[in-house]
């Protein structure tokens, strides 16, 4: 019974939070709430979080829909949520994958971005969990697939799916021949509107690893080589997007890209680079800017292919000049992304390159061995899953410089008369013995300033001391002078006066010796005890309702002080209570109590672990009192001009005035916190 009661309690604060995601206000804190509730959730409440993530009104705002399927898709990672595994079996999965969908369909295009996001982070997360299933196959039969190809095909979501294709391409097993055909005619249509996320679907170069289907889908990608290029004057594959006009600058970009990836990729497996070459040297002079950069970042590549061609050397040696020609393209500062796609790209669903750049290509390489580490969501995809022939591309560094011994699916050093000379390997200067003396001189500079400042700051401090001693004896004299005039009576006769001066003059001279006593460069000042304040306002079981004055001074100690709950003995802290509820009773300004409540809300704070040693009876008084706040009424609506009194609707009904008060939506939201905290 225990444990139900917990899970209900769970679902409880998840509906609340959701609750809180409409407000501004309150939002961001609600997704902070989410995201530690899903780390307590047990395998049935995650049904119930689909359920909520799901259920949308009109008024569901896009802050709402977007977080609530980003955390969806975070439960899915054993970062977000301890029972992930139970979200990929069938049950659960197939309500996320519904969700997921729907929300490709969306109107809102950042709500789109996050579905297409949360399907790469699923897929990247199937693909570590249950490799080798149809859960990361490439026939109809893997759901998540078949819910991207069926959204690809209407009008308002195929950019989104595109993108979400994009994304679980890496996890993917080897496509279906008619789905890559089906792919390949989508990306040919003019109409469609992901071709730019389709090419970045197909190939990709991010960091010196192809990715994208051309490394989980190779053999068939070779089989239909020639519609994969197509043709520019047709208007189909590759080269017909990158030949095309208007403005779909991205497309054109993103296609660029995608040959420059199937270059260092597939290089001189397959033909027609010719072509590709004559297709980007047209680009380069396109009307759009990024078009052209993404041009002239791809054609060198593609040139040094025909240049390797025509020298007549072996197709295993390809992979090595491709990686020096990316090193000397990067090298000269002339990198360009080659994807034309989103930025998020390299997101959740995929590894970040924390290695040097140009490392292997393991969604190429079939020999690379299985992940250690199974379940993380940036883990890459799983290996074995294409015959694709050792294809790799070596490190962006010199090939002198490639080990005896390289790793496994590291192709080995070309031979020595291969025609492209390595590059010159630059080192840094040796550091000279006249250096080291130069240091050694500065940090000695360094010392002598430090203790120069350190004298400094000792003789400030005893001269401070000094001073007030001097200051001291000179109102001792003074002090002296005087008594010895009040005892003589002094020319004035005035005796009164002069007792005045020496007891003002003891309690300066007092003053001084005290600071004297204690003196220092630099005094701080303690904090207030309010422990103490409060105690002297509220007194000792004495009630502030009946005198005003003390009303005022307990209301400016509240907005001087803010919430110190947490500071205050369990006594002071339950008299500051009552006298909460005398205030909310009274009708006081709602405004001037409401920075002291709000922490009791929150159950992070100190103030509301406090609350655990009050009475139950006086939170539930405090609760009674501000559920009955008297709320200032509202100033009606000007009737219309020529409308008599009591025409046009009638009354409205009881509270219908408070509905646009602002102060109304705090009260209750107030409420229904403290509610969930303390019942």
Sequence with gaps: MARRGERYAVQDRLYAALERLETKDTQHAAVQELQRLIREMEPPALSTLLHAAGTQTAKTSQFSRKHCLALASQACTPQGCPHWRAMLEPLLLDKLLGLLGRALRDGDAAVRGAAAEGLGTVAAQLAAAHPGTDATSGTPSNPLLACILEALGEPGAGAAAADALAQAADHLGPLDPALLRLLLTALSNP??????????????????????????????????????????????????????????????????????????????????????????????????????????????????????????????????????????????????????????????????????????????????????????????????????????????????????????????????????????????????????????????????????????????????????????????????????????????????HAQAIQAHLASVNAGVAALAVGATPAMAQAAPDWEAAYAQLLGAGASVAADQQAQLKLLRCIARSQPVWEQLSPATGQRLMQAVVAFLQEGTALKRLLPLLWPLADTTTPASRAMVAYPTALRQQLLAALAAYPLPALSAEPQQQGEAPGQGGGAAPDGASHAADPLVEKRELLLSALRAVWE
Aim: hydrophobic share 50%.
């Design 191 to 496: 109409l469609c509107g992901g071709r730019g996320e389709l090419c970045s679907a197909l190939a990709r170069l991010e960091g010196g690893r192809v990715l994208g289907l051309v490394g989980t889908s190779f053999q068939q990608v070779l089989a239909a080589w020639p519609d994969v290029l197509g043709s520019a004057a047709a208007g189909t594959g590759l080269l017909g997007v990158l030949g095309s006009k208007g403005k779909d600058f991205g497309a054109r970009a993103a296609a660029a890209g995608a040959l420059k990836a199937l270059a260092a990729g597939v290089g001189p497996q397959a033909p027609g680079w010719d072509v590709v070459a004559a297709g980007l040297k047209t680009a380069k002079t396109d009307i759009s800017k990024p078009v052209r950069d993404a041009a002239a970042a791809a054609l060198p590549l593609v040139v040094g292919l025909l240049e390797f061609e025509a020298s007549g050397a072996s197709a295993d040696q390809w992979p090595s000049v491709c990686g020096s020609l990316l090193a000397a393209e990067a090298g000269g500062g002339k990198w360009v992304a080659a994807s034309g796609a989103r930025a998020k790209m390299a997101a959740a669903s995929r590894p970040e390159e924390s290695g040097p750049p140009g490392q292997l290509i393991p969604a190429v390489h079939p020999a690379m061995p299985p992940l250690a580490a199974v379940g993380s969501p940036y883990a890459a995809p799983p290996v074995a899953v294409s015959a694709a022939p050792p294809m790799t591309l070596p490190p962006f560094a010199p090939v002198a410089a490639v080990p005896a011994y390289p790793p496994a699916g590291m192709l080995p050093p070309p031979p020595a008369a291969f025609p492209y000379p390595p590059p010159v390997v630059m080192s840094a200067p040796p550091v000279a013995p006249q250096d080291s003396g130069q240091l050694a001189a500065q940090l000695a500079s360094i010392q002598q300033q430090q203790a120069a400042m350190a004298a400094a700051l000792a003789s400030f401090a005893s001269s401070t001391q000094s001073t007030l001693q001097q200051l001291q004896l000179h109102l001792s004299s003074v002090g002296a002078g005087v008594a010895a005039l009040a005892a003589g009576g002094g020319s004035s006769g005035n005796s009164s």
